[in-house]
């Protein structure tokens, strides 16, 4: 499984990981298993953008809102966050 996108909610003190991921194959949806498997991926992408916000050149490159606001980050510099791209 390759990990393409990690997306953290913070709703009304409830945390939503919408996890984004390629699979060949896998255990079937809604087993324990899966959910393991997705855990730990989400666990991995957390640890390996910590990992980059620490080491990396960080730059906001988007920002929208007034009072409620959305900054989007771009974080560079650090080698072991680099992913194969999956064709």
């Given at each position: 499984?390759?990990?393409?996108?990690l997306v953290l909610?913070?709703?009304?003190?409830?945390?939503v990981?919408?996890?984004?991921?390629?699979?060949?194959?896998?255990?079937?949806?809604?087993?324990?298993?899966?959910?393991r498997?997705?855990?730990?991926?989400a666990?991995?992408g957390?640890?390996?953008?910590?990992?980059?916000?620490?080491?990396?050149?960080?730059?906001?490159?988007g920002t929208?809102g007034?009072?409620?606001?959305?900054?989007?980050l771009?974080?560079?510099?650090n080698?072991?966050?680099?992913?194969?791209?999956?064709?």
């Amino acid at each position: 499984m390759t990990l393409l996108r990690l997306v953290l909610d913070y709703r009304n003190g409830e945390l939503v990981a919408r996890v984004l991921y390629r699979s060949q194959d896998g255990p079937n949806p809604g087993t324990k298993a899966r959910a393991r498997e997705v855990s730990e991926m989400a666990r991995s992408g957390l640890r390996d953008a910590l990992k980059a916000l620490d080491g990396g050149t960080v730059e906001c490159v988007g920002t929208s809102g007034f009072t409620t606001r959305e900054d989007i980050l771009v974080v560079e510099g650090n080698p072991e966050a680099k992913r194969k791209d999956v064709a």
